[in-house]
């Protein structure tokens, strides 16, 4: 199996993990991906970023006035076909919502040892998030805060 095609497994195998409870009666997150197909049969889910600290992280996104969605354990295997090395491979992820947009936050257990991407487009991979905002210092205290 290729690096692409694992990666597509562990997406799906981690949505289905997620969606499990609302599979079988139960109740269902109040955040997650877009799940709705459009015309055409498909729609944009999510962008994921893997993050050191999820609380930390959930905490910045709520700052800036994200919904909040539960924290989902899903199994080993997955963090595994993610490229997670160790043995007791262990993944948590949380996705934040606003404007429409989701955001699936990651979190690796034990941590990726690998830098995170400085944002630069010479490097392959997510460069950045951007936000529109009406007074700089004002969100930048809500942040700070």
Same mark, same amino acid.
């Given at each position: ?52 600290? &999820? ?8 700052? &800036? ?13 997955? *963090? ?8 007791? *491979?262990? &993944? ?15 979190? &690796? ?37």
């Amino acid at each position: 199996m290729g690096k692409l095609s694992r990666i597509l497994a562990a997406g799906a195998f981690g949505l289905v993990c997620i969606a499990g409870a609302a599979l079988t009666g139960g109740a269902r997150a109040d955040v997650g991906p877009n799940a709705k197909l459009a015309d055409g049969g498909m729609v944009f889910a999510n962008v994921s970023i893997s993050v050191a600290d &999820l609380d930390k992280s959930t905490k910045f996104y709520q700052a &800036l006035g994200f919904e909040i969605g539960d924290v989902h354990q899903v199994p080993g295997p997955v *963090a595994k076909a993610l490229g997670s090395k160790a043995k007791d *491979a262990k &993944l948590d992820i949380r996705f934040v919502k606003r404007d429409g947009i989701v955001l699936e936050l990651i979190h &690796l257990n034990p941590a990726p040892k690998k830098p995170a991407s400085g944002g630069s487009a010479e490097q392959l991979g997510l460069a950045h998030i951007a936000f529109r905002v009406d007074d700089v210092d004002r969100v930048a205290k809500i942040v700070k805060d």
